[in-house]
């Protein structure tokens, strides 16, 4: 049962509308403890999932032929550089440098460097930052190294370094999201090559560099060995678009995502005069505990330098010797690895010197379009058109949809109620929290006369707020007449609890806080919970716009209720629509939005109505077709009478 607490003098500030969470934020401790390894593991998969969504990269995309193309080759005395481009996307191009040893013998492993945010990219070479002397070096040592741009960088054309747009995040489409893929496709890439060893794969890099390192080594097992620099920390996540995509961190961080290389190697490089300064005290001691969990410790190391944020040589050296004991699996040599080397200048290592791209390279518009066209494609295979189909592909459907909105049911005893004032004319007024969260959910239930306990109870939701479901109103009458109890509620930023506007003020406030929206269907899903030990059946009935929270919580409510849902004719089916600050969630397109929703919420009751000419739900209807279920889905064009909607409970009730 929900406990009740009357506390004597608070004041309900819901803490989602302060701004706790932001890429400066300090996480202490970084890592939550694991009791087990099976209990990481289960947190790994969820978090490698939730990341790749993120990304806009779930499910993976299909894999065009790279068909890579050298343009240039340089030969030095005891290294090669090649120019490549090849296509991670049709029409969409990884370009950069590919450094190989003179003489090779064997399969040798591969390296892939992304480099950072340095003013010349893959070309900086300076004693505090050096891309090149890296590359130089492992391909000395044995190793073939891709060197590789970051999206708007060098040879990288296509797109701008600050690539967003609304639409966009929409469909999960973040500079972050095709970087990864990239980084992706460079893996394979190094596996195409003859002289590479597929199965010893590594990745390096720092600053911007190193963060696409922990999320490339984070979602692909491939990467045999890493060594992220001067990014591990739990005092900065990264400032870049590149770094951050919306819903990326909402409960994890920059240490956690490093982690999920265990028990792979990894080696963090810190340094006193940036973010990593506490990297010896606070972020390698909560990644060594999950390797720990391992018992295999010794595979995660940390190497501090005095130095400002860097890549320098004392940072280098401390990689190659990483790298040459758990990649190559060679002795450790004493001493220095790098000796100086000459380089041709910057236009002779250039993919495109002319600054021309390929007669088939994708516009802007066109890249676009072609990820949203990906995104259905994707879509329309996973709605099946029977049960087995439906069963295999629905895992798949529901974690794209539960990582996007976010949302979860609470276990019942977590929610606490908080009375307001007695009951009068207006009913009973009250808030709901989630204990340890910090929301306030401002409550007002009302209760048939003569029932002081009814069996089954209905919560109403307005995108006005509570204030539209007065007593008198003639919906609320008829509930109640009808022996319901009925709840309604201020969702997240609606009436009363819009008292307090919300900071959106932190930097790259998406990746780290949930939508307005995501937070009102959270807020439903509370209030179910909080009901579920006073009713023997919950219903909902969203009314206006707010219909369309009530179908996106459908999906997650198990129960046998049914769901009611006024799609105020709204055309669904049209991007623009997404972008009302009612209804904006970001990713929500690329998990299919309503249709997603409905095909989830089979084979639970589920009405609809004001269904806008032009919003295809076929889909919908086949998955409760497949589940012999059609009578439990109503589907209308038109407006529900009071009278309707009473029926609609009665058959639900009955079919229940």
């Given at each position: 049962m929900a406990e009740r607490s009357s506390p004597s003098a608070w004041e309900p500030v819901d803490r989602r509308t302060q701004c706790l969470r932001h890429t400066d934020t300090v996480f202490d401790p970084p890592i939550r403890e694991y009791s087990s390894r099976e209990a990481w593991e289960q947190r790994r998969a969820e978090l490698r999932l939730h990341l790749l969504v993120s990304a806009g990269l779930f499910p993976l995309p299909d894999r065009c032929p790279l068909r890579p193309q050298v343009t240039g080759r340089w030969e030095g005395e005891d290294f090669l550089i090649e120019n490549v481009y090849f296509e991670s996307l049709p029409g969409f191009y990884v370009t950069g440098n590919l450094y190989r040893p003179k003489r090779i013998e064997e399969p040798v492993p591969g390296v892939a460097c992304p480099h950072g945010h340095a003013r010349r990219g893959r070309f900086e070479d300076t004693e505090n930052f050096s891309v090149p002397a890296r590359c130089v070096t492992l391909a000395r040592l044995g190793y073939v190294v891709f060197s590789y741009d970051m999206i708007g960088y060098n040879d990288s054309l296509q797109l701008p370094h600050d690539f967003r747009g609304e639409r966009e995040s929409l469909w999960g489409l973040s500079l972050l999201g095709l970087q990864l893929w990239n980084s992706i496709r460079v893996l394979d890439f190094l596996e195409s090559l003859e002289e590479v060893d597929s199965k010893r794969l590594g990745c390096t890099g720092a600053s911007g560099g190193g963060t696409q390192t922990f999320l490339l080594t984070a979602v692909d097992d491939r990467v045999r060995v890493s060594a992220p620099v001067v990014m591990v920390s739990a005092r900065m996540q990264g400032g870049c678009l590149c770094e951050n995509a919306p819903n990326l961190r909402l409960d994890t961080n920059n240490v956690e995502i490093a982690a999920m290389a265990a028990p792979r190697p990894q080696l963090l490089v810190s340094a006193t005069g940036d973010w990593t300064h506490s990297t010896p005290e606070l972020e390698y001691p909560a990644i060594r505990s999950i390797y720990r969990l391992y018992g295999l410790e010794d595979r995660i190391g940390n190497v501090h330098v005095d130095a400002p944020h860097n890549y320098n040589r004392e940072s280098r050296e401390a990689v190659y010797r990483w790298f040459e004991r758990w990649l190559a699996g060679r002795p450790v040599q004493e001493g220095a690895y790098e000796r100086p080397y000459h380089l041709p200048r910057e236009e002779v290592r250039r993919v495109f010197p002319s600054g021309k791209l390929p007669a088939t390279a994708k516009t802007r518009a066109q890249i676009v379009q072609e990820a949203v066209h990906r995104a259905q494609t994707q879509l329309e295979a996973l709605y099946a058109v029977n049960r087995p189909e439906l069963e295999q592909s629905r895992p798949v459907l529901w974690g794209?949809?539960?990582?996007?909105?976010?949302?979860?049911?609470?276990?019942?005893?977590?929610?606490?109620?908080?009375?307001?004032?007695?009951?009068?004319?207006?009913?009973?007024?009250?808030?709901?929290?989630?204990?340890?969260?910090?929301?306030?959910?401002?409550?007002?239930?009302?209760?048939?006369?003569?029932?002081?306990?009814?069996?089954?109870?209905?919560?109403?939701?307005?995108?006005?707020?509570?204030?539209?479901?007065?007593?008198?109103?003639?919906?609320?009458?008829?509930?109640?007449?009808?022996?319901?109890?009925?709840?309604?509620?201020?969702?997240?930023?609606?009436?009363?609890?819009?008292?307090?506007?919300?900071?959106?003020?932190?930097?790259?406030?998406?990746?780290?806080?949930?939508?307005?929206?995501?937070?009102?269907?959270?807020?439903?899903?509370?209030?179910?919970?909080y009901l579920r030990s006073r009713s023997e059946r919950t219903h909902v009935l969203g009314t206006e716009e707010a219909g369309l929270w009530a179908l996106w919580a459908r999906p997650y409510w198990e129960e046998e209720g049914v769901f009611i849902a006024d799609l105020a004719e709204l055309p669904l089916h049209e991007d623009g629509t997404y972008l009302d600050p009612l209804h904006y969630l970001p990713g929500i397109r690329r998990a299919g939005d309503v249709v997603t929703a409905g095909v989830l919420s089979a084979p639970r009751p589920l009405r609809l109505y004001n269904v806008a000419a032009g919003l295809d739900l076929t889909p919908v209807e086949a998955a409760y077709q497949a589940y012999g279920a059609t009578e439990r889905l109503s589907v209308q064009s038109g407006p529900a009478t009071t009278a309707q909607l009473l029926a609609w409970l009665q058959d639900g009730k009955q079919k229940s």
């Open positions: 794209l949809y539960a990582h996007t909105l976010n949302a979860v049911v609470p276990p019942t005893e977590s929610v606490r109620r908080y009375e307001q004032t007695e009951e009068d004319g207006n009913g009973q007024r009250f808030f709901l929290r989630r204990e340890g969260v910090g929301d306030w959910i401002p409550c007002r239930e009302y209760l048939p006369q003569d029932e002081k306990r009814p069996q089954e109870w209905i919560v109403l939701l307005s995108s006005e707020g509570m204030g539209r479901f007065e007593p008198e109103e003639r919906l609320t009458a008829a509930l109640l007449e009808a022996g319901y109890g009925v709840l309604s509620f201020d969702p997240f930023q609606i009436g009363e609890a819009a008292k307090v506007p919300r900071d959106r003020s932190g930097k790259h406030f998406e990746t780290f806080n949930p939508s307005d929206a995501a937070c009102r269907v959270q807020d439903l899903l509370t209030v179910l919970a």
